[in-house]
């Protein structure tokens, strides 16, 4: 089995992911960590000296090399991830991907603190233009979020309730 967790940066992926692959005794990956131990440096990093697109190819190559080489595993994604270099086909043919939907409000505090530390959201200036930036950045991954046959909303993202969800589509297919 090979679940792949889809949604905004905050959504709770790396969290969430955790907790099911204890749940369910598989290995667990984060997509953005694999990427900074293989290139031996941070996001931020990458995106100052190289910009996104070095970066968004590299994550389309790891999470390659991650399905090519992990048949059992949950695979936490980064918010950009289903949304280039048709990564999205990947993950919904090779696992059960699995959508993290939640409001915007609520990852505009979550993010709050995190904001210098992601090269996305770095620039901004407040928690307003935050919630904004997101909005838009939402507004268009969305349509790729929404082919997830999985979705899971808010505070609905329990292991236990996904784990769940999971249960009853593999076994209504």
Avoid: W
């Avoid at 530390?117 to 979020?145: I, K």
């Amino acid at each position: 089995m090979r679940l792949f967790l889809i949604g905004m940066p905050g959504a709770g992926k790396t969290t969430l992911g955790r907790a099911l692959a204890t749940l369910y005794a598989l290995p667990f990956l984060d997509l953005d960590e694999e990427i900074v131990r293989q290139e031996q440096r941070s996001i931020p990093e990458i995106f100052e000296a190289e910009g996104e697109d070095y970066f968004r190819q590299r994550e389309a190559a790891m999470l390659r090399e991650v399905v090519q080489q992990q048949p059992r595993l949950v695979l936490a994604t980064g918010g950009g991830t289903p949304c280039f270099h048709n990564n999205l086909a990947v993950l919904l043919q090779e696992g059960l991907t699995i959508y993290l939907h939640v409001p915007v409000e609520k990852l505009a505090r979550r993010l709050r603190s995190e904001m210098a530390a992601r090269p996305l959201l770095s620039h901004l200036p407040d928690a307003a233009a935050l919630q904004q930036q997101l909005l838009e950045t939402l507004s268009r991954r969305e349509q790729f979020y929404e082919r997830a046959p999985l979705r899971c909303t808010g505070s609905g993202c329990s292991p236990e309730a996904v784990s769940h969800l999971i249960s009853r589509f593999l076994t209504t297919g």
